[in-house]
């Protein structure tokens, strides 16, 4: 463990690293006085989880001009939610989404739970989101790991070691976090992280839970996302699937684990988005 003066000198790395090159072009990170800003903060999350930076800033913009508030998209059809996604890949956190705005809006009066253990008990939030969303939306310090942190830490305190946990972590990130401005701490991490990947390279596969992501080309998730596609346009049957994605030996199994995950069913002889 190091010493404070050294937690000192990292906090102002990070911060000075911060104050000059802020990511500014980030929406879910303005209007934080605005009574809608825990559920940018909660999309953003959702999109974030495995999907790059870039690519979600113009998709996070026109999702909150299709669903302004928690209230519209609880109100929603998911096919409607599944268009608004396409494009973001892992079309299952479109629906934990709109799973999630139902319950907010059901059984928390529409308000983002500031407790981490009530959002863990969504659809698809984990601790480290559950944590991340609480951080940024009300500003309280809480604990989470995720690959910008990992970066960071491990850039500056596990220089030489390999497989490197996160318990082994925590410890660092409690010493050195500000807790009076929790929030901005969080994101003067995260930009510095994306700094470091950009500059030193992939830090966190020292890692010992860095998992490399396989290719998309030819993938099964290119297939779910082919077919729920299609389904968006209109109902189809198995054959004209089939037909569609070239007798894909892979058709039954990922039909079936959509219909189990019911984004999509199977009405007579067609298949359909699930409602």
């Given at each position: ?16 690293y911060y104050r000059a090159h802020k990511r500014n072009n980030l929406p879910w990170r303005h209007d934080i006085d ?20 870039n690519r979600v800033i113009y998709k996070f913009n026109q999702w909150i001009e299709l669903f302004p508030t928690i ?133 966190s596969q020292k890692s010992k839970h860095y998992k490399k992501q396989s290719t998309f080309e030819g993938s099964s ?55």
């Amino acid at each position: 463990m190091p010493e404070i003066l050294a937690i000192n000198q990292f906090q102002e790395i990070v911060w000075d690293y911060y104050r000059a090159h802020k990511r500014n072009n980030l929406p879910w990170r303005h209007d934080i006085d605005d009574e809608n800003f825990a559920y940018y903060v909660l999309v953003s999350e959702i999109m974030l989880q495995q999907t790059q930076v870039n690519r979600v800033i113009y998709k996070f913009n026109q999702w909150i001009e299709l669903f302004p508030t928690i209230a519209t998209l609880a109100a929603a059809d998911l096919d409607v939610v599944l268009h608004a996604w396409s494009g973001l890949g892992y079309n299952r956190r479109a629906k934990y989404l709109l799973e999630s705005a139902k319950v907010i809006v059901s059984e928390h009066e529409g308000r983002i739970p500031s407790e981490p253990g009530l959002l863990e008990a969504l659809p698809g939030i984990g601790k480290a989101t559950a944590a991340a969303v609480v951080v940024y939306a009300y500003n309280l310090p809480k604990l989470f790991v995720e690959t910008n942190i990992r970066t960071v830490f491990i850039h500056h305190f596990f220089p030489f070691a390999e497989h490197v946990a996160d318990k082994e972590l925590l410890p660092l990130i409690e010493s050195s976090l500000d807790k009076e401005n929790p929030r901005e701490w969080y994101w003067a991490l995260m930009d510095y992280g994306s700094f470091l990947k950009q500059s030193v390279g992939n830090i966190s596969q020292k890692s010992k839970h860095y998992k490399k992501q396989s290719t998309f080309e030819g993938s099964s998730r290119q297939l779910r996302g082919a077919i729920l596609k299609l389904l968006l346009v209109k109902k189809r049957t198995y054959d004209e699937l089939s037909a569609i994605n070239l007798f894909d030996e892979r058709l039954d199994e990922v039909l079936a684990a959509l219909e189990s995950e019911k984004l999509i069913k199977k009405t007579g002889v067609s298949y359909t988005i699930y409602q």
